[in-house]
T-cell receptor, first 113, second 115 residues
């Protein structure tokens, strides 16, 4: 399977802990997106990378959130000092050049207790 | 800012029936894309159909077709001959042609196909 993969699929953490999620896009997809989806809602945009550069961040992305994409490969999303309100599904999507279709991964479900 | 509204939180039809999911959006952009994504239970989001705003012809993909009304900012999805595997959350999404090309999603419609 050469789709978008995300790790871990589920994460339970205590409030105040740091967590990191990984996304591996489809090979040669130069654009990568992170979204957050809470229960019963549509996904909301968090941040966007073109190649290695993080070109846009949502206001939803507080200073506790950081993302990176070294060497146009995988991306990581870190949440520091987690809060209960961070509980959600975190989705990653990638897009090839000259295309608008976003291919989604299975998501990482975060539960903050 | 763009907004997408899906006014039907849930719908339920019998297998083989036709069902239409509604979506309206608000934008000041002239050029953009519209999408319908499907999210089956506990599975990942997949693209169902897309429409370029500059195209007058409605997109069709097998049993799935759209009714795109640009002036009314309406973008509905019609599923013909519905199948049990069509059971899923359906999200309407908007994308500007320029910039980051991020998706702006509606709240979703939970569609259940009954045997």
């Amino acid at each position: 399977d050469t789709g978008v993969s995300q790790d871990p699929r589920h994460k339970i953490t205590k409030r105040g802990q740091n967590v990191t999620f990984r996304c591996d896009p489809i090979s040669e997809h130069n654009r990568l997106y992170w979204y957050r989806q809470t229960l019963g809602q549509g996904p909301e945009f968090l941040t966007y990378f073109q190649n290695e550069a993080q070109l846009e961040k949502s206001r939803l992305l507080s200073d506790r959130f950081s993302a990176e994409r070294p060497k146009e490969s995988f991306s990581s999303l870190e949440i520091q000092r987690t809060e209960q309100g961070d509980s959600a599904m975190y989705l990653c999507a990638s897009t090839p050049r000259d295309s608008q279709e976003q291919y989604f991964g299975p998501g990482t479900r975060l539960t903050v207790t | 800012a763009q907004t997408v509204t899906q006014s039907q939180p849930e719908m339920s039809v019998q297998e083989a029936e036709t069902v239409t999911l509604s979506c309206t959006y608000d934008t000041s952009e002239s050029n953009y894309y519209l999408f319908w994504y499907k999210q089956p239970p506990s599975r990942q989001m997949i693209l169902v159909i897309r429409q370029e705003a500059y195209k007058q012809q409605n997109a069709t993909e097998n049993r799935f077709s759209v009714n795109f009304q640009k002036a009314a900012k309406s973008f509905s999805l019609k599923i013909s001959d519905s199948q049990l595997g069509d059971t899923a959350m359906y999200f309407c999404a908007f994308m500007k042609q320029r910039g980051a090309q991020k998706l702006v999603f509606g709240q979703g419609t939970r569609l259940t196909i009954n045997p």
